[in-house]
């Protein structure tokens, strides 16, 4: 199982908003380390989507937004289109781990 | 361009070795950490190991510390990922990843990333 908790797949219309989550604990999103969001569009590279929490590498729309409290973070899409159908994956750094780089299990976006 | 572009398909045998490689262009190669990240068929990502060109400083994931090996070769901007003897377990595409090499420099997310190396492992 992975260290950081992802719900496997998330639904929604055209237009609609959902969010994801991503549930940690002390010894990685509650030391205060930061959480990165990548999105996995089907047979290609994961991609930056959301950095340091809440901050958008420029080019990725304004309809993803990133937030973090305790030992949780959370992806929030809005206006949902066609092309976000994808996996998306939480990713921050683990003390209990050496300090080694740990992903949440991905979720599936399906866009009905 | 800024990017990182990865070594070709593998097939190979169980027990026989294996370097796959990851070229960094366009950007100070030395001082940027570059992380490997595994990914099963159909699976999701896991984080492998990290390592500083600058230095060859190298950290691994305890679940891939003994079980693989990284290096760097920063007179030619390469980083590698190696296994002395594969196991059939190993099928996975493998992915190095610069870590704030542009939109996120100062964080320690992977902004750069490479195509991917697929290598299977069947006799």
């Known amino acids: 199982h992975s260290v950081l908790t992802q719900p496997p797949s998330v639904s929604g219309a055209p237009g609609q908003r959902v969010t994801i989550s991503c549930t940690g604990s002390?010894?990685?999103?509650?030391?205060?380390?930061?959480v990165h969001w990548y999105q996995q569009l089907p047979g290609t590279a994961p991609k930056l989507l959301i950095y340091g929490s809440n901050k958008r590498p420029s080019g990725v729309p304004d309809r993803f937004s990133g937030s973090r409290s305790a030992t949780s973070a959370s992806l929030a899409i809005t206006g949902l289109q066609a092309e976000d159908e994808a996996d998306y994956y939480c990713?921050?750094?683990?003390?209990?781990?050496?300090?080694?780089?740990?992903f949440g299990g991905g979720t599936k976006l399906t866009v009905l | 361009e800024v990017q990182l572009v990865q070594s070709g398909p593998e097939v190979k045998k169980p027990g026989e070795s294996l370097k796959i490689s990851c070229k960094g262009s366009g950007y100070s190669f030395s001082s940027y950490w570059i992380a490997w990240v595994r990914q099963m068929p159909g699976k999701g990502l896991e984080w492998m190991g990290i390592i500083y060109p600058g230095d060859s400083d190298t950290r691994y994931s305890p679940s891939f510390e003994g079980q693989v090996s990284i290096s760097v070769d920063k007179s030619i901007t390469t980083a590698y990922l190696q296994w002395s003897s594969l196991k059939p377990s190993d099928t996975a595409m493998y992915y190095c990843?610069?870590?704030?090499?542009?939109?996120?420099?100062?964080?320690?997310?992977?902004?750069?990333w490479g195509q991917g190396t697929f290598v299977t492992v069947s006799s």
């Open positions: 002390s010894s990685n999103i509650g030391t205060g380390n930061d």
């Open positions: 990713h921050s750094y683990d003390s209990n781990l050496s300090n080694s780089g740990v």
């Open positions: 990843g610069g870590r704030g090499v542009g939109a996120a420099q100062g964080y320690d997310g992977l902004d750069l």
